[in-house]
């Protein structure tokens, strides 16, 4: 993956985490909720792998946060 790429995988990951852990649920909890595995949700939220963009959406709809949180701190 290039630089750009990365930046915006770890900045959606870690805002993601954020949501995750505000909400009280552990990566366990949300890995069932969207039917994927811990190792999935915690490469997720490390920026480590460029899964669809549903699987984002899903996890956010599952912590109860709007998607749109992901990209707090998004700046072109």
């Known amino acids: 993956m290039d630089d750009r790429t990365l930046k915006v995988l770890e900045l959606v990951g870690r805002n993601m985490r954020a949501e995750r852990v505000r909400?009280?649920?552990?990566?366990?909890?949300?890995?069932?909720?969207?039917?994927?595995?811990?190792?999935?949700?915690?490469?997720?939220?490390?920026?480590?792998?460029?899964?669809?963009?549903?699987?984002y959406v899903f996890a956010m709809e599952a912590i109860g946060a709007s998607p749109e949180a992901l990209f707090v701190g998004f700046a072109q």
């Open 23 to 55: 909400s009280g649920l552990t990566q366990e909890e949300l890995a069932h909720m969207v039917d994927t595995s811990t190792t999935q949700i915690a490469r997720m939220e490390r920026g480590e792998t460029d899964t669809g963009i549903s699987k």
